[in-house]
């Protein structure tokens, strides 16, 4: 017998009783007792659908592992639902960018009368039906099955999900030796106060450590065009100020920064999380507001040092050839992919800077050590090619 077919056997209320014994709570962002969700939807409507998936918000996708690792038990916790509900419409949505997800359990999630749909959840059309989260509908698989561990489940280094007492302290997850900030949550947090977090704060899997070596403008970009990607546009201040803020860490970064960006950044994050529908616009601009908030030295250094502390961003790198070092030899020349080095044998080489896009390949060629990457001021350097031991500074 498979699991769905043990909780039909059991019927609605028993069922009921042994998933509110258990306790289980929503996955995601907006944890509450499951049955109350159910209950809640059952009051409303004779023709619940159930939509399962994701959060919107959740760009990294960690807890698609789950349909890769327990597809079975995702579907039976589907069915279960559906049963609780009377549905008779059920979804499973994938993001977009996971066809290949998509194409290895279509014809498996089908064989169940569930429909595959590849986008993220239209909330204002399912606001009266019952929203699953999939790692709450493998829990619904467990608890009828008498296999259930109440738990979060984590992403390790490797990928692979673990589940653990929602309790656990964030240090005894991940190393914060050398930290510098962690995402946790769509947040930044310092390594302090990362301390006191646990499991259940990473409400999508992941605990991401950044060291010195990781610069928080760059990642907050980086995350804030995938938001971006994410949202369906549909609410104005979502669509707007994912725009407005992605805009403003871009420019950071590309050492075109001003200092009115932190008060603009929180005037619109703060809005776009009070007046959004989904948690897209809800808790995206929380990255952008963490990082600005609590690491507003990082932001100082970008728009008022011209300096990037952790060396990535490429506006704030400067290559060159060291003229006294430099001995003609062409070897950066011929590595060069963007052709921005002028030289001949004998002569000190020189980079294009405006043409650079400082890949580095010319600092691994170079034997002589002449061709050098600095975030500080650039020394005196020739104008045109001057032969080897010929230049002169003054």
């Known amino acids: 017998m498979t699991i769905f077919e043990t909780a039909k056997a059991m019927g609605y209320a028993a069922a009921a009783d042994k998933i509110n014994a258990a306790s289980l709570t929503e996955y995601g962002l907006y ?54 509900t009377g549905a008779k419409v059920k979804y499973l949505y994938l993001p977009q960018e996971e066809q290949e997800l998509a194409d290895q359990i279509r014809s498996e999630v089908q064989a169940h009368d569930i429909i595959l749909v590849s986008d993220i959840i239209n909330v204002r059309e399912a ?43 964030v240090p005894q997850l991940v190393s914060l030796d050398g930290a510098k900030a962690v995402y946790l949550g769509y947040q930044y947090y310092t390594p302090k106060e990362a301390e006191e977090l646990s499991a259940r704060d990473a409400v999508n899997g992941v605990i991401r450590v950044l060291t010195e070596k990781d ?28 725009i407005q803020l992605e805009y403003m860490q871009k420019e950071t970064a590309a050492a075109k920064g001003k200092a009115g960006y932190a008060d603009l950044t929180k005037e619109i994050g703060e809005a776009m999380c009070d007046s959004t529908l989904c948690s897209v616009g809800q808790v995206s601009a929380k990255a952008a507001l963490t990082a600005m908030g609590r690491f507003a030295d990082e932001y100082e250094a970008h728009i008022k040092k011209n300096k990037c502390p952790a060396g990535v961003c ?70 045109r090619l001057t032969k080897v031991g010929k230049f002169k500074k003054h």
Do not use: W
Request: a negative charge.
């Open 127 to 169: 606001e009266e039906d019952l929203l699953l989260h999939i790692a709450a509908a493998a829990d619904l698989a467990d608890i009828i099955a008498d296999t259930y561990e109440p738990g979060v489940y984590i992403a390790g280094e490797d990928g692979s999900l673990k589940k653990v007492p929602a309790d656990t302290k």
């Open 215 to 242: 610069c928080i403008v760059a990642e907050t970009a980086k995350q804030l065009l995938k938001d971006r990607k994410a949202s369906c546009g549909k609410c104005v201040f979502c669509r707007e100020g994912l």
């Open 314 to 383: 490429g506006a704030f790198v400067h290559i060159y050839i060291d003229p006294k070092t430099c001995s003609g030899c062409g070897e950066c020349v011929d590595v060069c992919p963007a052709e921005c080095i002028e030289g001949k044998a004998k002569y000190i080489h020189m980079i294009d800077e405006f043409e650079c896009t400082k890949c580095g390949k010319c600092i691994e060629a170079c034997e002589e050590g002449a061709v050098i990457q600095t975030s500080g001021k650039l020394p005196k350097l020739p104008g």
């Open 31 to 84: 944890p509450e007792p499951f049955m109350e969700k159910v209950y809640r939807a059952n009051a409303k409507k004779t023709d619940v659908r159930v939509y399962a998936g994701l959060n919107n918000a959740d760009t990294d996708g960690v807890l698609l592992g789950l349909l890769k690792q327990h597809l079975e038990k995702v579907i039976a916790g589907i069915e279960i639902a559906g049963m609780l």
